[in-house]
């Protein structure tokens, strides 16, 4: 079996735009685990977490927003 070199895992790599990378916040004084597609998160009162601009698309995410218990910071 022929090893494959390091490069040709270069032209896979997945390098995210700087722009899409927010901070998500829980300004509540709840403990929330969130639903998404890649698995459960959980983000507790008060911490916050670095994550893609996609995650608003969720349902979950947006009614959280909308009642301020998630800020974008």
Known sequence: MAKQSSAA???VTWIEDP??????ANH?????ILDLP???CRLDAGRRMR???SILKHQQI???VHEGKLVLE
């Open 38 to 40: 890649a698995g459960r």
């Open 62 to 64: 947006i009614d959280l």
């Open 9 to 11: 895992f270069d032209d």
């Open 51 to 53: 994550t893609l601009r």
């Open 28 to 32: 509540s004084t709840q403990n929330f």
């Open 19 to 24: 722009d899409d990378i927010i901070i998500l």
